[in-house]
T-cell receptor, first 114, second 113 residues
Framework: EAGVAQSPRYKIIEKRQSVAFWCNPI?????LYWYQQILGQGPKLLIQ????????DSQLPKDRFSAERLKGVDSTLKIQPAKLEDSAVYLC????????????FGPGTRLTVL | GNSVTQMEGPVTLSEEAFLTINCTYT??????LFWYVQYPGEGLQLLLK?????DKGSNKGFEATYRKETTSFHLEKGSVQVSDSAVYFC????????????FGAGTRLFVKA
């Protein structure tokens, strides 16, 4: 079974530029999550999708971050414009119902904002 | 609100030493509890889980028991290996929190040969 795929693995941009990350969840997983993991901290949920609907985006900085999950499969997370404090690893995870919310994570995208 | 507190690292041990990483939680309901592990350059992966009080989760020689009376879920391993060097995250998911998973800050483990 293929795992959660993410791209790119690394990205370096300057502040005020825009950037987009892509995630392909495990086939059949209805729930998709985007997390921000700042160095030395645990992952923080940015947004959670159930199929193509948003379940929770309470911690998403909506003035600069956006996310979509077209057709309930792949998802894209965008930052525009980026700030220095956005430097972090962005993790995508997916889960399916009935697994006590066990989540399967992708390798992450490490973003550096200069 | 729900929260997870785990011991600060880094923890440095010699091979074959006994490992304990403490984790306590605060939750409004009856959460499921998890330990995730993150190896260098990789995403998180589930190590073990427990879904109700007194359950013991185990995997790869690691164990953790869900203690409702002390709101704890400490991770233990009797004999660590160099390959266990990683960051370990305690986490909870609770219906009272909309099943959102809350992670602790992580504890980095270094195992020396």
């Amino acid at each position: 079974e293929a795992g959660v795929a993410q791209s790119p693995r690394y990205k370096i941009i300057e502040k005020r530029q825009s950037v987009a990350f892509w995630c392909n969840p495990i086939s059949g997983h209805a729930t998709l999550y985007w997390y921000q993991q700042i160095l030395g901290q645990g992952p923080k949920l940015l947004i959670q999708f159930q199929n193509n609907g948003v379940v929770d985006d309470s911690q998403l900085p909506k003035d600069r971050f956006s996310a979509e999950r077209l057709k309930g499969v792949d998802s894209t997370l965008k930052i525009q414009p980026a700030k220095l404090e956005d430097s972090a690893v962005y993790l995508c995870a997916s889960s399916s119902p009935g697994q006590y919310n066990e989540q399967f994570f992708g390798p992450g995208t490490r973003l550096t904002v200069l | 609100g729900n929260s997870v507190t785990q011991m600060e690292g880094p923890v440095t041990l010699s091979e074959e030493a006994f490992l304990t990483i403490n984790c306590t939680y605060t939750a409004t309901g009856y959460p499921s509890l998890f330990w995730y592990v993150q190896y260098p350059g990789e995403g998180l992966q589930l190590l073990l889980k427990a879904t109700k009080a007194d359950d013991k989760g185990s995997n790869k020689g690691f164990e953790a028991t869900y203690r409702k009376e002390t709101t704890s879920f400490h991770l233990e391993k009797g004999s660590v290996q160099v390959s266990d060097s990683a960051v370990y995250f305690c986490a909870l998911s609770d219906v009272g929190g909309g099943f959102k998973t809350i992670f602790g800050a992580g504890t980095r483990l270094f195992v020396k040969a």
